[in-house]
């Protein structure tokens, strides 16, 4: 395992395990135009440059989230992007973490910057092929611009 420090969190990262798990990996898959909107960002490099360097020393395709979920978007969204949240699972421990935790002992207090927020920690959720223990989450809030040539609410329906 590997000792690494991230923005006040201290984790142990198996990057083998991480980097296998990856390589096999496809891409986000969800065919919504949310997660579209996503996969065309990431593959573009289109993300924080704190971020993209955490996954860069991993080994892990930016487009290759294990979790993306578009939260909500307001009328003030073209100023400002739709409020993503975006997870890459880790192979390996957090060791430490800054600040108070958030109500349990999984995650950690975000680390705080002008275009994001990072935390650390653990959801159970499935992931195929199945992710190798101990693992982690790596947790991303953030506004992201439209970039898709369709409408935000997704393609007009057709009238019968």
Not at 67 to 82: A, F, I, N, Q
């Amino acid at each position: 395992m590997k000792r690494l420090s991230w923005y006040g969190y201290t984790v142990e990262v198996d990057e083998e395990a991480t980097r296998t798990w990856y390589a096999r990996a496809e891409e986000w898959s969800c065919t919504c135009g949310h997660c579209r909107n996503f996969v065309a960002l990431a593959k573009e490099r289109k993300l924080p440059q704190e971020i993209l360097s955490i996954l860069d020393s991993l080994s892990i395709p930016p487009e290759k989230a294990t979790y993306v979920c578009e939260l909500y978007h307001d009328e003030s969204w073209r100023e400002k992007g739709l409020l993503y949240e975006i997870s890459w699972r880790v192979a390996g421990a957090v060791t430490g973490q800054p600040g108070e935790n958030q109500g349990n002992s999984d995650w950690g207090a975000p680390a705080k910057f002008p275009a994001f927020q990072m935390m650390l920690g653990y959801e159970n959720y499935n992931i195929e092929p199945e992710f190798p223990e101990p693992c982690f989450d790596l947790d991303i809030s953030l506004y992201l611009p439209w970039v898709l040539d369709e409408p935000v609410e997704g393609p007009e329906e057709e009238e019968p």
